[in-house]
């Protein structure tokens, strides 16, 4: 069955640090993957998605992420973190008949002054 | 553009109650999902509807009924309000194809007591 992990629970990172969230998917073929943010009492945003072409994905608010099909991963970054950053960030994975999304269980943020 | 609208926001049922939660959007999405959010569980799909008048389960339908009478409207219904039926609710929408986003709303906190 098709899963998405995201290893860390909680990350704190000091205020102007590079960022970088885990994202490992399960899935045979070229998958569709999003990463979306969330922040307190607020639905899901989207930051970026990948479906084919170019690995590295550029999002809104200066994140990235790479799409690397040897580890399964699908990694999401930002090189200089901004207090307004912290929020919940979720990877997810289309599933193979293309119908949902099958979310990680997220990764909180703070961020350190 | 209001994008996805849910009402109402917040709601406090009895065990036993029932209630309808709705999902509005106005962006003529063929696609409309309803989720649940748990502490450290992520977004677990409730039901979800592939156009007007469909309807499927998802991963943690038990307990819950949904209809989509009309394209821009999802309505999810429990008909006898449990306590373990206490979570945060998101509705979603998206276009016909799979390597689209889903577009969400901002949440349902629903209590029961």
Known sequence: AQSVTQPDIHITVSEGASLELRCNYSYGATPYLFWYVQSPGQGLQLLLKYFSGDTLVQGIKGFEAEFKRSQSSFNLRKPSVHWSDAAEYFCAVADQAGTALIFGKGTTLSVSS | NAGVTQTPKFRVLKTGQSMTLLCAQDMNHEYMYWYRQDPGMGLRLIHYSVG????????????????????????????????????????????????????????TRLSIL
């Open chain 2, 52 to 107: 007007e008048g469909t309807t499927a389960k998802g991963e943690v339908p038990d307990g819950y009924n949904v209809s989509r009478l009309k394209k821009q409207n999802f309505l999810l219904g429990l008909e006898s309000a449990a306590p373990s039926q206490t979570s945060v609710y998101f509705c979603a929408s998206r276009q016909g194809y799979s390597n689209q986003p889903q577009h969400f709303g901002d949440g």
